[in-house]
């Protein structure tokens, strides 16, 4: 079982930045793939962004692409997505994953316009 926690939603006009983080529980956190996802309301959640285990191989959403950018410290079993640019459309709750099995419980950003 892996616990993830993530942190760094808030509130942020529009053409802002924010970073989010999230921290796992397992010093296996390594071993695993990581993705952020994110939920608006009333729509399905979506893939945002994804690492591999080494943080080498990264792949974006279309709509993310050169706004944000994720990356992975695995000495501190956090993974990290920095995002810039920030539009209202994405006001949503993101979601860490850990290997397309395990979520956290998500966090809340809110652009304004």
């Known amino acids: 079982q892996v616990q993830l926690v993530e942190s760094g939603g808030g509130l942020v006009q529009a053409g802002g930045s924010l970073r989010l983080s999230c921290a796992a529980s397992?010093?296996?956190?390594?071993?695993?793939?990581m993705g952020w996802f994110r939920q608006a309301p009333g729509r399905v959640r979506e893939f945002v962004a994804g690492?591999?285990?080494?943080?080498?191989?990264?792949h974006y959403a279309d709509s993310m692409k050169g706004r944000f950018t994720i990356s992975r410290d695995n000495a501190k079993n956090t993974v990290y997505l920095q995002m810039n640019s920030l539009k209202p459309e994405d006001t949503a709750v993101y979601y860490c994953?850990?290997?397309?099995?395990?979520w956290g419980k998500g966090t809340l950003v809110t652009v304004s316009s």
């Open positions: 994953n850990a290997a397309y099995t395990y």
């Open positions: 690492i591999s285990w080494s943080g080498g191989g990264t």
């Open positions: 397992r010093r296996t956190f390594s071993a695993y793939a």
